[in-house]
């Protein structure tokens, strides 16, 4: 009774630290150096620019926006892109 109990317990804590512990140490450092990692120069610099693209076109769809709301003051109100 008592060898059964312990077969029990042995053999998935066996199984467990043969193949879940390896992959779990190995996923785990692997996100450990890409966290550590951060963004090298050419994806901070992609970053910034993509910044500054997004800056320039909300300030774009803004004047559009005021242009639209001195000539057509409605045009917030029309449905299904009627113009």
Do not use: C
């Not at 053999?11 to 951060?38: M, T």
Request: no cysteine; hydrophobic share 50%; proline share 2%.
């Amino acid at each position: 009774m008592m060898e059964g109990l312990v077969a029990l317990f042995v053999a998935p804590l066996v199984l467990f630290v043969i193949f879940v512990a390896p992959i779990w140490v190995i996923l785990h450092y692997r996100s450990k150096n890409k966290i550590n990692a951060g963004l090298n120069d050419e994806e901070a610099a992609n970053i910034r620019e993509l910044a500054q693209r997004a800056q320039s076109m909300q300030e774009r769809i803004r004047t559009l926006e005021a242009i639209l709301d001195e000539g057509h003051a409605g045009w917030r109100r029309q449905e299904g892109g009627q113009q």
